[in-house]
């Protein structure tokens, strides 16, 4: 069974930093595209950062360039991302998710194979 399992979410002031973490099993983690997504109230979710299977690759959605960093660990079966300087915007519910390697130009857009559950991530002004 696979699961994948966020941790990190919390409340922060804004400029403030947190570290979402995804401990990933039931599934060969190092074959797997990961990507982060967010939904904020009455929003749909939306992709946030996407890594390749091998982490050569990323894909940042524009609002989050330059603050946020997606890396992951194929030791451990986990995927990260640190939210930096953080803004009242970037408050919504985070969710990892994997998707079988794709490869081309959009290697990063849905469909995604797994979902967490997602964690919450609170930005105070």
């Known amino acids: 069974q696979v699961q994948l399992a966020e941790s990190g979410g919390g409340l922060v002031q804004a400029g403030g930093s947190l570290r979402l973490s995804c401990a990933a099993s039931?599934?060969?983690?190092?074959?797997?595209?990961m990507g982060w997504f967010r939904q904020a109230p009455g929003k749909e979710r939306e992709i946030v950062a996407a890594?390749?299977?091998?982490?050569?690759?990323?894909y940042y959605e524009d609002s989050v360039k330059g603050r946020f960093t997606i890396s992951r660990d194929n030791a451990k079966n986990t995927v990260y991302l640190q939210m930096n300087s953080l803004k009242p915007e970037d408050t919504a519910v985070y969710y990892c998710?994997?998707?079988?390697?794709?490869?081309?130009?959009?290697?990063?857009?849905?469909?995604?194979?797994?979902w967490g559950q997602g964690t919450q991530v609170t930005v105070s002004s």
């Open positions: 890594i390749t299977w091998s982490g050569s690759n990323t």
């Open positions: 998710a994997g998707a079988t390697a794709r490869y081309g130009r959009r290697w990063y857009v849905p469909p995604y194979d797994y």
């Open positions: 039931g599934l060969s983690f190092s074959n797997y595209n």
